[in-house]
């Protein structure tokens, strides 16, 4: 099985979980799901995130989903699990049970708990020695985690720790954080940088050095095209195309509603077969509904001028 | 002088404090700032927000500013101050001075510690017991304050005090907010609800009922035109408008960024004398600065191409 | 098996999770514990508490020390299980697992993201319907959830939902709320109040209404007498014991010390094989274990004094 | 004027601000509370604590209180002042205010923005620039600030800058963080550590290395015993005076309501003229006191007992 490696780049799309109506696991449209990123260019998919409906899975249901998207990736693109928990036990059993079934490596948040400088470092070298080799990302989200890692303290993570081969890069104000990590001699190897924020800073990330998206736009192809076009040195057209889809990424990045938005615009994409949330969780009113319609609408057109 | 009312629409700007590279306060660009954004079409301005610098402000510079602001706004259109503070006494004294100096109102933002409802609904009736005949608005920003008020938190505020005329809605997710508000019989009396959030998401919080934006987008010429258009029932022209100017308003919404990027923009159109924030604040670094400038350059194609 | 009702009463000690030193689950010791807790006095018994150790097992280990306590327990007093979860299906699947093991009850601290009134009444409204007859114990516990309920809140919930037959009270400032639930007309019916905080308010709780504790100080036995003698009227002699107990309770409830010094003093007492923590988790120095020496040497001499 | 330095040492007992009930401020009382204070064996005071209420001063009010304070120590004792506020200017003009008024030193807290090491030695290092040759008082109380110092951030802190005499020591668990800042080599001179807590953990602080205590119960004298003891060697005897006052000391300390437990006991004992807390802030219930007065009653009667 191919392992998560310091090259990644691209596009890993993180999943959503689809349900159905009455809150069970719809792991048909798993595979649909599946399918659609990768042919819309993913390079990689992540599934579990913290942002997403993981967190409302048991054990079991979190295994099934998995296995589901495991077996119908088939090897195509790496597949990176979230394993974040509050105790090693639990990383230690899930990181196992994930690398049994294929997955290309974990990824890790550090717990609200950790503030200092010590301590975040502390906690990413006892991760590191309890899943021994799988490689893992280093998931650095301070809005939802609580946790601030300055760039000397990624530095000292990525430099003692070999199996760390990718940051998810989500902080705020996030484009300086990209280019001290990229200046030379703070890190000893280069490791791959993928940047989160629903794709909002995409163009500008890319031109500070980020190798691509981790993150879930219900648009997976625009964050592959304005990649490739920055890959190619056009980044106008990156923007061009960026821009066309930034009046509905915007809107997908509300807090609080932004999964809703999503589940909506991918099943009204026919990907999922339904835009349910499992309780708790909030649904779409109709104006919300309508208000997606249009933006998709006016993006339509908007494309079509682009060519 | 006027008073805030209930009828208060259109774009509120909030005003940034500028300052001199050393620290010192700029008068000067205040009347400067003043002029460009009534120029711009601005119907109220705000100043002291909560968000900005206002922190930073000794009790004797905040009144210099707003002193100065009042004599160059000379009545033209009202002017809200943010008087947010620990302490009544301090809430009490700021609003006397304020109202003393020709200021129109005054916003109150709900201290950190409230949780509760009826601690939240408890908290104003003393602040407005407190500032008497001083029309107030409400401001209900969650992501930065913690407190969260529930649509019938608010309805009790505004039907018991007739002095809340306003609502700065900053909510997430905020627009089934403005249309809970705006529901026939949660209110008795229509309020005013100008919205936050650099303006990204105002076609649809117009859509949804409310009066105007509230906030500090370096291009208020943006909102203005978005509303009116919207008041002129344009909606599609509104939005083409907001496109225009959302990758710029996007990259301005940074936290942590934010202000440094709106006062460099500020600063290029001529608007403040120097960029420079006071200290402890970031300030934006070249590459920063160049990402603005090309944002700049193509929202100004953009608008050329739309006419 | 009896459920838990709401004439629930004395002591309900919280349990710990003995370890080994190498990281595994002390069956055995949890055995000698039960025995220790029963024989102490205590009139049931709390497992996979939030504060604790719980979050650092999987779902196996946590079925497995609830079935081993519950063994020993063997019926002789009513065992409550912790299920907090962030999603509803774990909530739901490990209430059926511990029910079907033969657990008395559960209990349920709100999730932190709870903020207006009726988002908490909504949450366990729903979380009531999700175990429909299973008997629960509202935590109210605002310094680490998050959450202020206000007395009301809680009268909504006790009044609308007959299955919450208990409250564990760990607010701050807590004895307004016990006096505020115990007047005339707040509760449609007497529910059970256990207080927590290491049970350092014990005296004044149980005089200002409370029916018992449910905490997790390591001698149990203080707490069973302060409760015997408020019961039979005596309140000095009552607080003559909690106060030779004092400087030893005060110590173990040292935020981020308090399971360390109690696992210790628990090892010190035969009760448990080994003082260690799961990792993530501190241990206590030597000067710190000399330090809880000390208090005990001293505690031991009082309370001969004391007869 | 005597400024404060590294040898500080003994009680500086944080100064309660005393009201009339009608909010103004009783300039009365600050006087025989001064008299009180020195002579229950003071060695220092601190006034405009973070934890009081001079957040619910004005500017002047709170130039008006620390003046009169002065004037009555009169030099007999050196005055810290808290000078914490969010930005620098407010800091600066505060400290030159009180300095000039006869302060020994300031106080200053990290806001709670701070999270990385680097970030809150930089603050520090700022401040220290901005505030030039005044000794300051660092202020280490995580569970209010949300700010944790590592020991080797406060060593970078202390050793970088000269004007940090002393450490305001408040965090949990506590006792570790002292032996580590007495440990050889952490520091490159001896600073005063001075404990918060309200006392609660005096004895052990003092047997770890610290100097005394900066808190505020309303038996100041117990503190004084307790380092007296420490000081001669009697540590025994400094618990035994400790446990007297240990269960009133507790109940000061409950979060929320401590500030009025204290207020009320030092109105009890005439002190202050009035118990009453500037709004917005709780008062105690008639069943409130009659618990403090039974605590009280019996804390005589135990050190009639002890001798």
């Given at each position: 099985m191919t392992r998560l490696a310091t090259d990644a780049a691209g596009v890993f799309v993180i999943a959503v979980t689809p349900f159905h109506p009455d809150g069970r696991i719809d792991l048909e449209s798993c595979d649909r799901m599946v399918d659609f990123y990768l042919d819309a260019g993913a390079t990689g998919l992540t599934v579990l995130g913290i942002m997403g409906e993981a967190p409302k899975l048991t054990v079991e249901e979190s295994r099934d989903v998995v296995a589901r998207i495991l077996a119908r990736v088939d090897g195509r693109v790496p597949v990176v699990v979230g394993v974040s928990a509050p105790g090693f036990a639990q990383i230690a059993t899930l990181t196992a049970m994930v690398m049994d079934l294929g997955a290309a490596g974990v990824m890790v948040a550090p717990p609200g708990s950790l503030r200092t400088d010590d301590q975040i470092v502390t906690y990413y070298a006892q991760v590191a020695e309890l899943i021994g080799d799988v490689p893992f990302v280093l998931q650095d989200f301070p809005l939802v985690t609580g946790v601030q890692m300055a760039p000397k303290v990624i530095a000292r993570i990525v430099n003692d720790l070999p199996t760390c081969v990718c940051l998810k890069h989500e902080d705020w104000p996030g484009l300086e954080k990209i280019s001290a990590l990229r200046?030379?001699?703070?890190?000893?190897r280069r490791i791959s940088i993928l940047c989160g924020n629903g794709g909002l800073f995409l163009p500008e990330e890319m031109m500070r050095g980020a190798d691509g998206a981790m993150t879930g736009f219900a648009y997976p192809e625009m964050m592959v095209s304005v990649i490739r076009n920055c890959a190619a040195g056009d980044s106008d057209r990156a923007q061009d195309i960026f821009d066309a889809y930034l009046p509905l990424a915007r809107f997908e990045q509300?807090?609080?509603m932004g999964l809703a938005i999503r589940k909506y615009t991918l099943a009204r994409r026919g990907v999922i077969a339904h835009d349910a949330l499992r309780r708790p969780g909030g649904s779409l009113s109709q104006k919300g509904r309508e208000e997606v319609d249009r933006l998709i609408a006016r993006q339509e057109r908007r494309l079509t001028e682009l060519g």
């Open positions: 200046a030379d001699g703070m890190l000893n509300q807090p609080g």
